[in-house]
């Protein structure tokens, strides 16, 4: 990292890798960004999975925000049907 930094954005930093990579710069990303606010565009859902909060946009508006596992946990969210069928539908 060329110099310290509050706020991290990265937009599909992971998109065209396979899972393998994927993984070792999600590792590396949570390790050395630890101290960082992390604002990332993401479609493979478990890249996000493991933050704080999580933003849903639809149409360009956000149309839910909250912690993962309690968005997960409530069966009416958007987050949660997305995670449900992400082994159906390719995210692009």
């Known amino acids: 990292m060329l110099r310290s930094s509050k706020v991290l954005i990265i937009d599909e930093a992971t998109a065209s890798v396979d899972l393998k990579t994927d993984k070792l710069m999600q590792r590396i990303i949570l390790e050395h960004f630890t101290d960082c606010t992390i604002i990332a565009v ?41 995670w449900e069928s992400r082994g159906t539908i390719v995210l692009q």
């Open 42 to 82: 993401a479609h493979r859902l478990e890249t996000i999975r493991n933050f704080d909060r999580i933003a849903v946009f639809e149409n360009g508006r956000v149309v839910e925000y909250g912690r993962p596992g309690a968005l997960l946990a409530d069966a009416g969210t958007k987050f949660k049907a997305l």
